[in-house]
């Protein structure tokens, strides 16, 4: 037997490692992913849970819904869309720059309104309407669907017209939440999933939170669409298979959103 067989003979579960990496090496690819800000945590920890599951890697960008469609529309090279909405990947499948039949609900969101202070307030709309604040945190109602919830939230209220001069808009809720962290503005509108990666990372939390209620907003469906770009990417297909995986489920699931039922055919 030739020396060289016979010293992996000696390792055989050594030699069997190195020919599955040699060969996920070869086999793996990497898919670009245009990521709604407020899912910034989640879906960092869904990406190296899908390397170590797969092989392929995943590269991330975050900003606002309404910003990554417009690029999208303008042939930014992104192959899946994790959406803070429905209607933009909606839109990105009516059009023809979505796979169709492919996008599904991954998320729903929950809003909540927090400020740094201890004790600023208990009573949510109560507090809002006594005007005790200088500046008001939303994220642009216009491109970030945070920022929709937060100006219907307002509404419902009978407060969005009187707030205005109060109001700071951020480009997307992640821009609105340092506003809020760093004090730049008093209380803000942030998405509850911010709320607790920040308790995740350092153990801090807001010193005033108030939930608010779900019938004060339309319902905050975050989908992903498989884009067309990605439409012959293994890395892009998989990508997709894995965000349906109980896996993938139970990671998006702590990072504090409820999950929708997957039928059998998104599955």
């Known amino acids: 037997m030739n020396q060289k067989l016979q010293g992996w003979s000696r390792y055989p579960s050594l030699a069997v490692l190195l020919l599955i990496a040699v060969v996920r090496s070869v086999s793996a690819d ?80 929950a809003l909540v309104l927090v400020s740094d202070h201890a004790g ?47 109001i700071v808009r951020g480009n997307s809720i992640a821009q609105t939440y340092q506003f809020v962290a ?27 939170s108030w939930l608010v209620p779900a019938k004060f ?3 905050i469906e975050q989908q992903a669409v498989l884009l067309t770009r990605g439409a012959e990417s293994e890395a892009a297909n998989a990508y997709i298979a894995f965000l349906k995986s109980d896996d993938a489920r139970t990671i998006i699931a702590r990072h504090g959103y409820t999950l929708p039922k997957l039928d059998t055919a998104q599955r």
Request: proline share 4%.
């Open 120 to 166: 600023k307030f208990g009573d949510g709309p109560a507090f809002l309407e006594a005007g005790d604040y200088a500046r008001l945190a939303i994220a642009n109602p216009e491109t970030a669907p945070y920022g929709l919830a937060a100006r219907q939230a307002l509404e419902k209220l009978g407060l969005w017209r009187q707030l205005q001069p109060k």
């Open 182 to 208: 760093t004090g730049n503005a008093d209380i803000g509108f942030v998405a509850t999933s911010q709320v607790l990666a920040r308790e995740a990372k350092n153990g801090e939390t807001f010193g005033s």
């Open 30 to 109: 990497e898919v670009s992913v245009a990521v709604a800000a407020n899912f910034t945590e989640a879906a960092r920890e869904l990406a190296a849970r899908f390397e170590q599951a797969t092989g392929h890697r995943a590269r991330l960008s975050f900003g606002s819904t309404g910003q990554f469609y417009a690029q999208i529309s303008n042939g930014a090279p992104y192959q899946v869309f994790l959406a803070a909405d429905a209607e933009r990947p909606r839109k990105a499948e009516s059009t023809g720059r979505a796979v169709k039949g492919s996008r599904f609900t991954y998320a729903r969101g």
């Open 217 to 219: 907003y339309e319902p």
